[in-house]
């Protein structure tokens, strides 16, 4: 297995690097880099972030509008449009097994989707240093954990979306309602539940936690604010609850573990379905 794995990720990284959508993916977040330098972001102020820190916030930001769309799309075919294209039985007369081949595409496409966001990322922290821009090097880290949890968290969903699918036309309209429903239920939907239906405060914003994009977008916030003053009052019941600590924690654990659940799931049914 630990063969075939290796050949199947090996094999589908090739793949991506030949892809043009993948070059273009990596252009984007490379020149919107550029651009924010450009524009003199770093000389702005926000909240006492300033330099590259208030790059950091803004690309944090612009990160989760982009990346879970664009995991879903790119990752969903994977398996389903295999199948489709009779790729699949091909790979499989090789001496490959099917988690072999099911977690060395789920490996490779982490590694295609993360390193061009961490290499735009550091690529901004390495210029802020050679230009004596003041370089927090511990938001770096923990801003990485928290887009490297994310990406894993959408490609198990991804990947579970792929093994089930009948059709790739199916996946990317189930990937594309998942991703519309886990948008609509941030803040604004959640508000409105709690005021329309008088539910308890404590159970929404608990449900709301089960939401990975919340859980990314309150853990960027507790970075970028560590009271959540811009969360207003579900940011009392949140810092009373956990610490801030154990709140980036929890952000950076559970859609990794999350991501791992979809992925085992996607992976035994794969291992069971007809796959031809």
């Known amino acids: ?4 794995f290796k050949q199947i990720m090996i094999l589908d990284i090739r793949q991506n690097l030949r892809s043009k ?15 924010m330098f450009a524009m003199g972001i770093t000389e702005s102020q926000i909240i006492g972030f300033v330099g590259l820190s208030r790059l950091m916030v803004t ?7 982009i990346l879970p769309i664009y995991v879903l799309i790119s990752t969903v075919r994977s398996v389903v449009g295999d199948r489709e294209s009779n790729v699949m039985e091909y790979i499989l007369s090789l001496p490959v097994s099917f988690s072999a081949y099911f977690w060395g595409k789920f490996i490779s496409k982490f590694i295609a989707i993360f390193v061009p966001v961490f290499i735009a990322l550091l690529g901004a922290a390495i210029w802020g240093t050679i230009t004596n821009i003041d370089v927090p090097w511990d938001l770096f880290a923990l801003y990485s954990a928290l887009l490297a ?23 990317v309209s189930s990937a594309f309602i998942i991703w519309l429903l886990l948008v609509a239920f941030l803040d604004l939907i959640l508000m409105g539940v709690m005021l329309k239906f008088r539910v308890n405060p404590e159970m929404v914003i608990g449900l709301g936690m089960l939401n990975p994009l919340q859980v990314f977008r309150t853990a960027v916030l507790v970075l970028f604010d560590p009271k959540l003053t811009v969360m207003g009052a579900a940011s009392y019941y949140i810092l009373d609850t ?26 035994r049914h794969f291992n069971k379905s007809d796959i031809i």
């Open 149 to 171: 949890s994310m990406i894993f968290c959408f490609l198990g969903i991804s990947m579970f979306i792929s093994s089930y699918a009948h059709s790739q036309d199916l996946a």
């Open 242 to 267: 956990v610490s801030r600590w154990t709140f980036i924690i929890f952000a950076v654990s559970y859609p990794i573990i999350l991501g791992f659940v979809f992925g085992i799931i996607g992976n």
């Open 21 to 35: 959508w993948f070059w273009v993916y990596s252009l984007m977040f490379g020149g919107f880099v550029a651009v």
């Open 1 to 4: 297995m630990n063969s075939g």
């Open 59 to 65: 690309f944090m930001q612009v990160s989760m509008v």
